[in-house]
């Protein structure tokens, strides 16, 4: 498949882009039959993703909303939020980056195959081997899965995680140590990115800010920088603190 250049829908400028809130579209959209959700807060199930979500993060109402989600002295992952209410213990502030496809070559990568839940065993020791990202047992449920095994063994993951409608995030990107530097995880985007864009999606991605050799790969092969993002680890409201607010 040839490249094509696929430029960023244009929106108005009082219009928020809809991966200003990736998680919220997909677990509001595509996603919805996974998602749990209380008024304006949502999350995936614990064995499927730590993603939370909120309508609006700047909403106090959708901050009480998590709250009643995730239960009282909780530690849970928020997507764009600068900073938690009064009341809330900020555990870690993190940077990120996100990244869409304007120029990718996609295509087939005859040699992948599809990963499904027989697999999750391999795919949670290569996780922890390499450290992408979180996975979970029904992380596979997500999208769509697909791997390189040399000699039998898994050495290269990509695949599919959040879905707001017309996009999908290319996630998992990996390849075991002792095969590094052949090309499999390129091989592999490519991949899926082919099959993203069959069903009409454009495909996106997030890297940590400071991994900036990923980053640079990512540009050389077609995405392009479209915002910088942070996340929060927070701790929700204790039990006492709530009776007494």
């Known amino acids: 498949m040839s490249t094509v250049a696929r430029p960023t829908p244009p929106q108005s400028p009082a219009t928020p882009h809809i991966l200003d809130n990736a998680a919220w579209a997909a ?35 959708a901050w009480d909303d998590l709250a009643a989600l995730v239960g009282p002295g909780t530690v849970t992952p928020v997507t764009g939020a600068k900073s938690a209410p009064q009341g809330w213990e900020t555990v870690q502030h993190g ?4 990244l869409v496809d304007t120029a990718l ?18 795919i949670l020791d290569l ?21 390189i095994r040399h000699r039998g ?11 707001p409608p017309g996009w999908t995030e290319i996630s998992a990107v990996c390849t075991a140590p002792d095969h590094r530097g052949k090309g499999l995880a390129t091989r592999l985007v490519r991949a899926i990115a082919a099959g993203i ?16 050799g990923a980053i640079r790969l990512y540009e050389s092969i077609g995405f392009t920088l479209r915002r910088r993002s942070e996340f929060l680890l927070v701790r929700t409201p204790g039990a006492q ?4 607010a």
């Open 153 to 163: 063994r898994l050495v290269a993951l990509a695949g599919e995680r959040l879905r």
């Open 105 to 122: 070559r996609a295509e087939p990568a005859p040699e992948a195959v599809r990963l499904g839940p027989d697999d999750v065993p391999e």
């Open 197 to 212: 864009r069959e069903r009409g999606d454009t495909p996106f991605l997030h890297a940590s800010a400071t991994n900036t």
């Open 27 to 61: 677990l509001t959209g595509p996603h919805a039959h996974l998602a749990e959700r209380v008024g304006r807060a949502a999350r995936y199930p614990l064995d499927v993703s730590p993603f939370t979500a909120l309508a609006d993060p700047a909403d106090p109402r």
């Open 95 to 98: 940077r990120g980056v996100q």
């Open 241 to 244: 603190q709530e009776q007494t």
């Open 127 to 147: 996780i922890a081997l390499t450290e992408p990202g979180p996975f979970l047992p029904r992380t596979v449920e997500l999208g769509t899965y697909l791997g």
